[in-house]
């Protein structure tokens, strides 16, 4: 990834609903998520999310797909991974010092002790 692609998608993560709805489609998989349940669960008006989502697509971040008669988006992981890597980088001057990201998230007895 280069600097103009990374700029490119964190300007479309620079947005309240674009972030909600990108990170709604990183924990939905592969499978996506039709446009319409994103905007319910995201609490934006159908017309707005359809701008925002296709931000998100020229951004790279997310992927469309026709089902019938229903846009399906999904996450790109392959796009996510290479964004946290270009930003990742220079970290530590190149040496390993911090352990790789899970997509597992803490359980509650976790997080309250932390």
Known sequence: MDSTTTIRA????????????????????????????IAEAVGAPASSMSFHLAQLTHAGLI???RQ???LIYSADYAAMGGLMAY???NCCGGQSCAPAASCETPNKT???AA
């Open 63 to 65: 992927r469309q797909k």
């Open 87 to 89: 930003l990742t980088e």
């Open 10 to 37: 964190l300007a479309a993560l620079a947005q309240e609903h674009r972030l909600a709805a990108f990170r709604l489609l990183v924990q939905a998989g592969e499978a996506g998520l039709p446009a319409g349940a």
């Open 68 to 70: 019938s008669r229903s």
């Open 110 to 112: 976790e997080r309250n």
